[in-house]
């Protein structure tokens, strides 16, 4: 059993910053990878980033890329979303979820909380 807790995220004027925290626990994490989703209000759940736990390799959807970093503390078993040039579009709730690398969110087997992302034009 892998179990995710979200931590970050908020209020953010357009052009700002915010780190998303996503802590892991369970076993045999390092064979998984972490992805990032976001929903809008009124919109379908969308990829945003995955990284692979043990490779370190890294995928990013279009809309993201050059803005928003992800990364992972093995040491801490805690993963991150580096978001910059925040934009109003980018406003959703973000979810992290264990699983395969993959953009596809049925692919993943666990999921955070979830956290609200505001950005404020």
């Known amino acids: 059993q892998v179990q995710l807790v979200q931590s970050g995220g908020g209020l953010v004027q357009t052009g700002g910053s915010l780190r998303l925290s996503c802590a892991t626990s369970?076993?045999?994490?390092?064979?998984?990878?972490m992805g990032w989703f976001r929903q809008a209000p009124g919109k379908e759940r969308e990829f945003v980033s995955a990284?692979?736990?043990?490779?370190?390799?890294?995928y990013y959807a279009d809309s993201v890329k050059g803005r928003f970093t992800i990364s992972r503390d093995n040491a801490k078993n805690t993963g991150y979303l580096q978001m910059d040039s925040l934009k109003p579009e980018d406003t959703a709730v973000y979810f992290c979820?264990?699983?395969?690398?993959?953009?596809?969110?049925?692919?993943?087997?666990?999921w955070g909380q979830g956290t609200q992302v505001t950005v404020s034009s």
């Open positions: 369970g076993s045999a994490f390092s064979s998984w990878a």
């Open positions: 979820a264990a699983g395969p690398f993959s953009n596809l969110g049925d692919e993943y087997d666990y």
């Open positions: 990284i692979q736990w043990s490779a370190g390799g890294t």
